[in-house]
């Protein structure tokens, strides 16, 4: 993994596209917001590389960095993963990094479907990482923590050895997992109480005898004979405190950070701490990944079909759907991210589209209303809008019906008898607003249309460029929302040295309608600046033309079918009377539950986004897991079964699924605490295992308390709960042993 493999080819032309076509769409049409906004308020990038299978994998080995530390594992991992893809084993269609800007690397060869799929995905992805709540503390400068990383490890192995530094990692490494998950979220312990070791500290900080007082009076105010005797008692005070420290719990609460407290109180040369603390930031970085797997990957499958599926062209529907089946296949020995994540924000959105939630849905049992819940949902509002107008409710209810009727028989260009009722009460809700939908869609088409008509006349005059351009106004166009006259000045003496440099699309898009005569101090541009400036138009004006137009004049002729609709109704035209046949339970529910007012509809993109801001796996498991979620995924209760040595369905409850679901969730890495830092009075180091319903497993139990004695350098015990009964497992460094724990 040498510095050329990490060369990377530049996207071509089609790629570039995909890009520009992808990022318009989630971002522009969708709302998504994949981009940081930086201090001087501009927004960061999405940098997409392009490289060879050795380079996905070199980066995937790293962690998807293209730099990491010195150690064996990065090679181990690179021989894994390769073999497992030379024998078809595994194949990495996409790669992303949470950073400013946001990296992600496409694989060269994929054909251009999977990587317009692989360019949707990742958006979805760098707009959670900007977004949800668990990414808000994290490094954004990653690549450049793990470059510092890798130099300064490099540079303890010049001082120490290749050997000794490696050795030193694996020991880091094994409690890496040692971290306090909500370390961003809650303050643990005061810290003045838990800032040192050193019992003087605080008393350091106390009063020394001495009032403030003017120079001439110091001697009156503050006589030296008192001042003595201050200072006499203080260290008298000292001494008791450290001769009491010494029997007193420390650390004063239970410590989470367990690699954190070993970086601070441990006995340690500088670099080993150093180590620790390094590996420890990496650990902070990686930790929200882990607790939102599912979410973010099913934010990203969510956003990539939508992509995906509203542009599309028919060459690439099939190959999408295709590796898209693949990429989102259940497996009956893991979970699917992917899958279970998409499955559920389709699910929230449906629900919150369709108002499936809250008392009214909950509480009802009546099955002619939730066999067609969509329609009772319609004929609940309508009913509470005209609870006193009987003439009203029926024009209301009449025009809804035929609303629906016109759906089913392909009035908006759906084919008959392919309408999904998913989206009637969505698309109900957008006939009701339908004046602001049409002109929005109308909006947008206009101004596709002028920047169009805009780029085609800027093409034109390209071609009639006199190939020159005026230094001054090369200078003047890119200085001129500067204030700091330094960098005024340096940017000045870069244009002038280097001219050619900053001749960009944007300076001669400013310059092409104006009067080209008479300008002086010319630069004679080269055939190759201008052909390669015509051939960024041409692909400007290919992008808003043939990839975005067509979508903007479907949305435009989708609302006009809506309108359509509405003008026929006004006409008189109405669905046929057997359409529907209000059932007499709509009536009775509708009454009951009408004090509680309006329900409202067509808010399920809404909902999910809320969803992608403030959730991790764990919270949306137990929030919007649902019964109907759950037996549409699959999702079973596993339980191994030694007879035959295989895992096995123990479960099809929903409680239990969704129990076991969140166990393993809740409990992804061991919940150890530092208790004790003084145990037996002899400063050993006593931790305490908290996840009672899972026993630790002795044999790495042991290998992890040889790791952390090597760092204590003391006797290191761990309190925990085998076969019901509370231990104390123990490493003094030359054996182990074992013994019940005292009661307390």
């Known amino acids: 993994m040498s510095d050329y493999q990490m060369r990377f080819k530049p996207l071509s032309r089609e790629l570039k596209r995909a890009k520009y076509e992808k990022k318009w769409f989630l971002t522009e049409v969708h709302g ?41 594992s990065w090679g181990l991992d690179y021989d894994e993963m390769l073999n497992s893809h030379a024998y078809g084993l595994q194949k990495i269609y996409e790669m992303v990094i949470n950073n400013e800007p946001c990296f992600a690397y496409l694989l060269q060869g994929n054909s251009l479907g999977d990587q317009k799929l692989v360019i949707a995905h990742v958006y979805g992805h760098a707009d959670f990482f900007v977004n949800n709540a668990y990414f808000a503390n994290t490094n954004r400068k990653a690549i450049d923590m793990m470059a510092n990383h890798s130099a300064r490890i490099n540079q303890f192995i010049d001082d120490h050895g290749a050997e000794v530094v490696e050795e030193w990692i694996d020991v880091v490494r094994s409690i890496d997992n040692l971290i306090d998950p909500n370390a961003d979220a809650i303050k643990r312990t005061d810290d003045k109480r838990h800032s040192s070791l050193d019992p003087k500290e605080d008393l350091e900080k106390k009063w020394d005898g001495r009032f ?75 930790e929200p990944q882990g607790r939102t797997k599912i979410l973010n990957e099913g934010w990203a499958s969510y956003w990539h079909s939508v992509a995906m599926t509203q542009l599309s062209d028919e060459s690439e529907i099939v190959d999408y759907a295709d590796h898209n089946s693949g990429t989102l296949a259940t497996s009956p ?206 692909e400007r004006l290919a992008f808003w033309s043939e990839s975005i137009r067509p979508h903007l004049e479907g949305k435009v002729r989708f609302f006009c079918a809506f309108e359509t609709i509405k003008k026929d109704f006004a006409a008189g035209k109405r669905a046929p009377d057997e359409f529907f046949v209000i059932p007499d339970e709509f009536f009775v529910w509708s009454e009951k539950k009408s004090s509680g007012g309006k329900l409202e509809i067509g808010v399920g993109r809404d909902k999910i986004f809320e969803v992608r801001r403030v959730h991790c796996d764990l919270t949306a498991m137990d929030e919007f897991l649902t019964m109907d979620l759950a037996v549409r995924t699959q999702l079973f209760a596993f339980e191994y079964n030694s007879g035959n040595d295989t895992f096995e369905i123990a479960s099809r409850q929903f409680e239990e699924v969704k129990a076991n679901l969140l166990f393993q969730l809740a409990n992804m890495r061991p919940n150890i605490v530092v208790v004790d830092a003084n145990y037996g009075n002899k400063r050993q180091l006593l931790l305490e295992h908290r996840n ?22 003391r006797p290191v015990y761990i309190r925990t709960i085998l076969e019901d009964v509370k231990v104390v497992v123990g490493f003094n460094g030359t054996k182990h042993y074992q013994e019940k724990a005292d009661k307390s």
């Open 32 to 72: 998504l917001q994949p981009f940081l906004k930086r201090p001087d308020g501009t927004l960061s990038e999405v940098v997409f590389e392009v490289c060879d299978t050795d380079q996905l994998y070199a980066l995937a080995s790293y962690g998807g960095f293209p730099i990491r530390y010195p150690h064996y």
């Open 212 to 286: 403030k007082a003017s120079e001439y009076m110091d001697d009156f105010i503050n006589p030296p004979k008192e001042l003595d005797a201050v200072k006499q008692r203080l260290e008298v005070e000292k001494d008791k405190a450290v001769e009491a420290q010494k029997s007193l719990l420390f650390p004063v609460e239970p410590v989470r950070d367990v690699m954190g407290f070993l970086a601070a109180y441990a006995p340690l040369e500088l670099w080993k701490r150093e180590v620790i603390l390094m590996l420890r930031d990496e650990a902070y970085y990686f």
């Open 333 to 538: 020995k893991k979970l699917n991210p992917y899958a279970l994540g998409k499955a559920m924000f389709l699910d929230i959105e449906r629900r919150w589209n369709t108002h499936r939630w809250g008392n009214i849905f909950q509480e009802c049992d009546k099955v002619d209303i939730l066999d067609n819940w969509d329609v009772f949902v319609a004929f609940f509002n309508i009913y509470i809008d005209c609870k006193d107008d009987p003439i009203g409710f029926d024009l209301a209810w009449r025009e809804f019906l035929y609303f629906w009727h016109k759906l089913e028989d392909g009035a908006v260009g759906i084919a008959k008898g392919f309408f999904e009722k998913r989206f009637l009460l969505l698309w109900w809700s957008w006939y009701l607003n339908l004046s602001e939908k049409l002109g929005e869609a109308q909006s947008n088409f206009l101004r596709n249309h002028l920047r169009v008509t805009d780029l085609s006349h800027q093409l034109e005059n390209l071609g009639k460029f006199n190939k020159r351009v005026s230094l001054g106004e090369l200078i003047e166009f890119h200085t001129s929302g500067l204030e700091v006259e330094s960098e005024i000045e340096t940017l000045t003496k870069r244009v002038t040295d280097n001219p050619g440099e900053f001749i960009t699309t944007q300076f001669l898009s400013s310059i092409l309608s104006l009067d080209r005569a008479g300008c002086s101090g010319e630069l004679i541009l080269s055939d190759e600046i201008i052909s390669k400036t015509k051939e960024k138009f041409e």
């Open 692 to 713: 009672p319903e899972m026993e630790l497993d002795m044999f790495d139990a042991q290998k992890t308390l040889e790791r952390v004695y090597k760092i204590w350098n």
